[in-house]
């Protein structure tokens, strides 16, 4: 695997996946990809193979966010949730339940076209303009005395790696993220600091897979057993 200056390492990207509701580590796959751009393919095959079915859907970190994995996991019939790689100042609005922008204080968003005629690009533009006495001005993101507005750029309804960003946006895909961390991630806190896997003692992939399986069933068994870490 290169890792930067066109130096090279010896490693492996291991991938693995962790049911929500009961913890338990569902599939693991290991790579000598260096990032997690076209991963997840592998990972749903993995799950299926090892666990017996595909998840109902999948999330991730920003490392996945990429068409590719979009794709893929929209072949299998999986729902993704790949928050975007994009930062920038936080938006003044977010979709409601019923998917309309509102900003913080709750007041709906009106909504005009807008084109970019430099670039061509068509955006939604979205303004609210009942923030002078506002009581939430303060904490808002946005700028501006007497209004709230922003554009987002239009983009295929088909494009299907803006729609898992758009999923992570919900009131659901904020709450699933932050479950993310304290599932997948406790499979690999508990692997290097409770069974000191912090790096491979067999050689190539098969045997890194192996070492790695052998963390995964001793962590399943312990969740199984009632051992809680």
């Known amino acids: 695997t290169m890792v ?3 130096k090279y390492l010896v490693g492996y ?3 693995a996946a962790a049911d929500l509701e009961s913890g ?12 997690d751009l076209s991963q997840l393919e592998r990972v749903c095959e993995a799950v299926e193979a090892q666990s017996g079915a595909l998840p109902e859907r999948v999330v991730c970190d920003r ?5 590719a994995n979009a794709t893929a996991l929209d072949e299998k019939g999986v729902e993704a949730f790949l928050p975007s ?4 100042k936080r938006a003044p609005f977010v979709p409601d339940e019923a998917g309309r922008m509102a900003c913080a204080a709750g007041h709906l968003a009106t909504v005009s076209e807008w084109k970019d005629e430099k670039s061509g690009v068509l955006y939604d533009h979205y303004r609210v303009s009942r923030c002078s006495n506002c009581p939430v001005k303060e904490e808002c993101p946005g700028t501006g005395k007497r209004q709230r507005a922003m554009k987002v750029a239009r983009v295929d309804p088909e494009d299907l790696k803006h ?13 699933l993220s932050r479950l993310r961390g304290q599932t997948i991630e406790r499979v690999f806190a508990v692997a290097k600091e409770r069974y000191g896997l912090r790096r491979f003692r067999l050689k190539g992939k098969k045997g890194a897979g192996i070492e790695f399986g052998l ?3 001793a962590f399943n ?3 199984l057993m009632g051992y809680f870490f």
């Open 63 to 67: 490392g996945y966010d990429s068409p």
């Open 24 to 35: 338990l580590l569902t599939g693991y796959v290991v790579t000598g990809d260096a990032n």
């Open 4 to 6: 930067s200056h066109g």
């Open 85 to 88: 790689k994009e930062r920038g």
């Open 13 to 15: 990207n291991v991938q």
């Open 215 to 217: 963390a995964a069933l």
């Open 163 to 175: 729609r898992a960003n758009g999923r992570c946006r919900t009131p659901e895909g904020r709450e």
């Open 221 to 223: 068994l312990q969740i």
